[in-house]
């Protein structure tokens, strides 16, 4: 299945697990986000034409990285004037991976990342001229901790491998497999056909890892530390 979506005053043709790059998009790697302006959806020889967008349809994206391109340079000079100008420009781009393509107002498998409100700063309070006498204070309880994240893995000796080298790990989800036990780029290349699967449920991959080659990936970058 294709669609034609739009953002950032552009049109896109995409397809599950295309990786593009759009105008910057709010968001860090690893969040998931939703394109409702679907123009065109179409699979095989039936293809559905929006009037301007489909009612229900919608592309489901997660964030790679944050960016920027190569720096264009402008220059402009005054004929006779002796005036000279070079300006400098890097457009800020968002790296994004699709995942899916929905229609008929399906839900996305994934919700797309809340945003986190904005903490108001408390009023200060008013002083009064005569010192209240001062009140007995109990000790706060000391709070429970809250429960770790489960291990599934047990995590080698050694200091953690920049494992954000592998394909479409960004720093979001380095730390997620950090608490997962996997820290080591050996260890992700002897995984089995268990331990992928049991990585896979845990994260809701859906087949990824296999589909990027971890693995492969994982073997190399072990032979270069």
């Known amino acids: 299945?294709?669609?034609?979506?739009?953002?950032?005053?552009?049109?896109?043709?995409?397809?599950?697990?295309?990786?593009?790059?759009?105008?910057?998009?709010?968001?860090?790697?690893?969040?998931?986000?939703?394109?409702?302006e679907v123009l065109m959806v179409g699979e095989g020889a039936d293809t559905t034409i929006g009037s301007p967008t489909i009612d229900g349809a919608?592309?489901?994206?997660?964030?790679?990285?944050q960016g920027r391109a190569r720096k264009v340079i402008a220059f402009k000079k005054r004929r006779r004037q002796n005036s000279r100008r070079t300006i400098?420009?890097?457009?800020?781009f968002t790296q994004i991976r699709i995942s899916e393509i929905l229609t008929d107002g399906a839900k996305p498998s994934k919700k797309a990342a809340a945003k986190k409100p904005?903490?108001?700063?408390?009023?200060?309070?008013?002083?009064?001229?005569a010192a209240a006498p001062a009140k007995e204070t109990k000790a706060p309880a000391k709070e429970e901790a809250k429960p770790a994240a489960a291990t599934l893995?047990?995590?080698?000796?050694?200091?953690?491998?920049d494992l954000k080298k592998i394909s479409g790990v960004g720093p979001v989800l380095e730390?997620?497999?950090?608490?997962?036990?996997?820290?080591?780029?050996?260890?992700?290349?002897?995984?089995?056909?268990a331990d992928i699967d049991k990585l896979?449920?845990?994260?809701?991959?859906?087949?990824?890892?296999e589909r990027d080659d971890w693995l492969k990936q994982a073997a190399d970058l072990a032979k270069e530390v």
């Open 1 to 36: 299945m294709f669609a034609v979506m739009k953002t950032g005053g552009k049109q896109y043709n995409v397809a599950a697990d295309d990786l593009l790059k759009v105008e910057k998009l709010a968001g860090e790697p690893g969040d998931m986000i939703e394109f409702t």
């Open 58 to 65: 919608m592309v489901v994206a997660e964030i790679v990285d």
């Open 88 to 92: 400098g420009h890097r457009l800020h």
């Open 118 to 129: 904005v903490a108001k700063k408390a009023a200060p309070a008013k002083t009064e001229k």
């Open 153 to 161: 893995f047990q995590a080698p000796e050694g200091d953690p491998d």
């Open 175 to 193: 730390k997620k497999l950090h608490a997962f036990g996997v820290t080591k780029f050996a260890q992700v290349a002897a995984f089995s056909k």
């Open 200 to 209: 896979d449920d845990a994260l809701s991959f859906k087949g990824r890892i």
